[in-house]
């Protein structure tokens, strides 16, 4: 089934820089925190550099889905690289000149964030334009797994980097790999603008996203999809980052070899998955979104109810099925389910959602920690998790038009 996708080259040209960037961008990612920390020996300011890792998404996401939709979608996605190798190659010549201080430092992993703003929309709208709908599925999955791939291979080479390397080579493969990004993206096919609207400015890139909110307002299964999806992710996700940490460090003599043991477990589960999706189910819909999502919130649930470590794998191993699934899911409904002309709206107001609900998630649930156990916050997350998927479930049997 993956033989179709393969064989089309410029599939290959956009999977071979995709992989080599996602790789570069967790080092250069993991480069910036360690940095801030060395430079500071301060939590504070190694959480802002963290912080303005994602603020980005939230002030221009939403204006980077308008653009994508507005211009050549692969010549912005071109231009982007190349600005980022500029700012990696001043923080590298700082770096080297012993210039680099923490506003730098600062500004630069803010400075590259802002162009994933721009990029990641448009990156994602280009799959439906030079895949054939019916090999979707396959081709998603294999971003998918490529992408869980490099999160496997970024920190192992990290820590190999570490042990015998300055930690400039992160940024300076980071920079390198933009470079071959922009390099296999140029062989693309050229895309003229999917939005004809005569002239851009900001008030034309206004008008766009009204539109698209007013378009969207009218089609039930993406509005309850992104609602969903906002939710989900905000009972899990300082589930994931943070809360399992802490039960191991809680349980445990030593939490960080478990809880790095049990990404690893997630890591290969997920990508094993996302291999398998396509092989197994012929056709992604609300149905297998929300079979997903119950998989997912069983596995945090598991991990609350027992609080050991086994029992932590495997709740690890039924979130590595059921988040690919329901991920998955959700980008094939927003690829054919969205006119190609609104691809980059959708998935930057995707994005900015699950943005949004990541910040709120973490801020919230330091607060909670006062007065809530780290086990009652896992256990809570799981079953809101189920409940909300249960909500959905019922609703959709008792609506009179039935969903997609």
Not at 26 to 48: E, K, N, P, V, Y
Not at 102 to 109: E, I, K, M, N, V
């Amino acid at each position: 089934m993956y033989k179709a996708v393969i064989k089309n080259k410029n599939a290959v040209y956009y999977f071979l820089g995709g992989a080599v960037s996602h790789i570069g961008d967790i080092l250069s990612g993991l480069a910036f925190l360690f940095l801030a920390f060395r430079m500071t020996d301060s939590s504070m300011h190694t959480t802002i550099v963290a912080i303005a890792e994602t603020m980005p998404y939230l002030l221009f996401g939403l204006f980077g889905g308008a653009l994508a939709d507005h211009i050549n979608r692969r010549n912005m996605m071109v231009i982007i690289d190349l600005i980022r190798l500029i700012i990696l190659t001043i923080i590298i010549f700082l770096y080297l000149q012993d210039g680099l201080t923490f506003p730098y430092l600062l500004a630069g992993s803010f400075l590259l964030q802002c162009c994933g703003c721009f990029f990641n929309p448009a990156h994602r709208a280009v799959l439906p334009e030079i895949i054939p709908e019916e090999e979707l599925p396959n081709a998603n999955s294999t971003w998918d797994t490529i992408q869980r791939s490099a999160s496997l291979i970024g920190p192992v080479l990290a820590a190999w980097l570490i042990a015998s390397a300055d930690i400039i080579y992160f940024f300076v493969i980071d920079a390198a790999s933009y470079a071959i990004s922009a390099l296999c993206l140029s062989r693309l096919p050229a895309m003229a603008p999917t939005d004809k609207e005569v002239g851009l400015s900001i008030a034309s890139l206004y008008r766009s996203l009204f539109d698209f909110f007013k378009w969207i307002r009218k089609k039930p299964t993406l509005v309850h999809l992104f609602i969903t999806t906002f939710f989900v992710v905000f009972f899990n996700t300082w589930v994931w980052q943070v809360g399992i940490l802490l039960a191991f460090e809680e349980i445990t003599e030593n939490g960080e070899p478990w809880y790095n043991a049990i990404q690893i477990v997630f890591g290969i589960g997920a990508t094993i998955i996302s291999i398998l999706i396509p092989l197994l189910i012929n056709r992604l819909d609300m149905k297998k979104y929300v079979l997903g999502c119950v998989i997912w919130g069983a596995g945090i649930c598991i991990i609350g109810l027992a609080y050991k470590e086994p029992f932590f794998f495997v709740g690890a191993i039924l979130i590595s099925i059921g988040l690919p699934l329901s991920s998955l899911t959700r980008v094939y409904l927003i690829q054919t389910h969205v006119p190609k002309l609104m691809l980059g709206r959708a998935f930057s107001s995707n994005a900015v959602l699950l943005y949004a609900s990541n910040t709120l998630s973490l801020a919230l649930y330091a607060s909670f920690l006062s007065f809530l156990s780290i086990r009652s916050l896992i256990l809570i997350s799981g079953a809101s998790i189920l409940v909300i998927v249960c909500f959905y479930t019922l609703y959709m049997l008792f609506r009179n038009k039935p969903g997609v």
